[in-house]
């Protein structure tokens, strides 16, 4: 009678284990698959700005707006929870240096997707010059 008790804690202290290592899997999975879609996101919204930046004659249409811009807001709707911010500075908000030559237009581009703890920021630099 002893023998069973005792192999029926050990298995229930198994079956815990088990438990929470797979409920530890399914956040790490679900948090994997929001930073993928934000990335995606994110880099949806670079190829748009980019795209703007390149036709010739249309660098102008990539200026800075209030914070943050709406640049993006022609791209279908984010996927339903996730947010995108889009900020735009110019030159002036942070100064000439090696990134920025003098005579150069150039704007710093941030882009922001989230979704609860998953966050993906991407940097860039349009440079007209």
Not at 6 to 21: F, K, N, Q, T, Y
Not at 41 to 66: F, L, M, N, S, W
């Amino acid at each position: 009678m002893i023998e069973l008790v005792i192999v029926i804690v050990v298995v229930a202290i198994a079956a815990v284990a088990i438990g929470s290592a797979f409920a530890y899997i399914a956040r790490a999975q679900s948090l994997s698959s929001d930073l993928q879609r934000a990335t995606q996101i994110a880099q949806e919204c670079a190829d748009h700005i980019v795209g703007r930046g390149r036709k010739p004659g249309t660098y102008a249409q990539v200026i800075p707006v209030a914070s943050p811009s709406t640049i993006c807001n022609a791209l279908p709707a984010t996927t339903a929870g996730f947010t995108r911010v889009v900020n735009i500075r110019d030159q002036a908000a942070f100064g000439a240096g090696a990134l920025c030559a003098a005579g150069w237009t150039c704007k710093h581009v941030e882009i922001i997707a989230r979704r609860g703890g998953a966050v993906v920021t991407l940097n860039f630099m349009l440079i007209n010059y």
